[in-house]
């Protein structure tokens, strides 16, 4: 059976400027899951996944994943426990290939130090190599392996945000965090990135994400958590969270997009 506590938010608040950015907020995120967070501009969307992702300290509650605490731990520290993310804004490397973009985030299962690097000394070898391998592995479990020496300017921009979830998933993790993925992709390829994270799924990987495309996030995602003004108004299905007259009245606007 999936365990409730995967991923486990209790109570988290902070506020910016006197105001309550996140009050009282307490979900969970279970194994193997994928998770939609909704809500309007403001509602507190990114100030959770740069929490959780350790970019920001919450002012109370606590963040637990497989049980323990990882509040406190700086953002390295999540990903070697397994918590990857991508952002919103894409951010790969124009002038780098697809396959080196990918290596770049091997980084948290290695370790060679300056010196080694510099050197080129034998383990330092067998890294960059064992790299290689991983990224070329993700690439093919993404679909870009035919792209892998395309410099990463040239891909189109669905591809891009897939090259972004292979680079995060060059670390291994048992978490994906996902800011917009469809953000800016064109309808024709919004298909594309949906099955591609559906297989990232069914690989393993947990996902929680955000994003503004309804339609996208009612197909997608199994359970759907919905935010206004800091606070969770609504949780559950797509059909549930469709009928809600908070979500409707705070955010989708009594004409919803029809899934």
């Not at 790969?92 to 396959?99: A, G, Q, S, Y």
């Not at 985030?105 to 190599?129: K, M, S, V």
């Not at 891009?160 to 978490?175: F, G, H, W």
Request: aromatic share 6%.
């Amino acid at each position: 059976m999936a365990d409730p506590g995967f991923l486990s938010v209790r109570d988290l608040g902070i506020n910016f400027g006197g105001l309550a950015a996140l009050a009282d907020l307490s979900f969970d995120l279970r194994q193997g899951q994928i998770k939609g967070l909704i809500g309007p501009n403001g509602a507190g969307k990114s100030t959770l996944f740069n929490i959780v992702a350790g970019l920001l300290r919450p002012g109370g509650g606590d963040v637990m994943f497989r049980g323990k605490s990882i509040q406190g731990l700086p953002p390295h520290q999540r990903v070697r426990l397994g918590i990857a993310r991508t952002f919103q804004n894409l951010q790969v490397f124009k002038d780098l290939t697809v396959l080196e973009n990918v290596m770049v985030g091997c980084h948290a299962r290695f370790r060679a130090g300056l010196w080694a690097c510099l050197a080129r000394t034998p383990a330092q070898r067998r890294d960059e190599a064992a790299m290689r391998d991983i990224a070329m592995q993700r690439l093919e479990q993404l679909h870009l392996g035919r792209q892998a020496d395309v410099l990463a300017g040239d891909l189109s921009f669905g591809q891009a945000k897939i090259l972004e979830m292979a680079r995060a998933l060059a670390a291994d993790p048992a978490l994906l965090l996902l800011d917009e993925p469809v953000a800016g992709v064109p309808h024709a390829e919004v298909a594309q990135v949906a099955q591609v994270i559906r297989e990232v799924n069914a690989s393993g990987v947990s996902v929680l994400l955000v994003e503004h495309n309804m339609s996208f996030v009612m197909q997608l995602c199994d359970d759907i958590l919905v935010l206004n003004y800091g606070r969770k108004i609504a949780e559950g299905s797509a059909d549930a969270v469709r009928a809600d007259p908070l979500v409707l009245k705070a955010y989708l606007g009594e004409d919803m997009p029809d899934a």
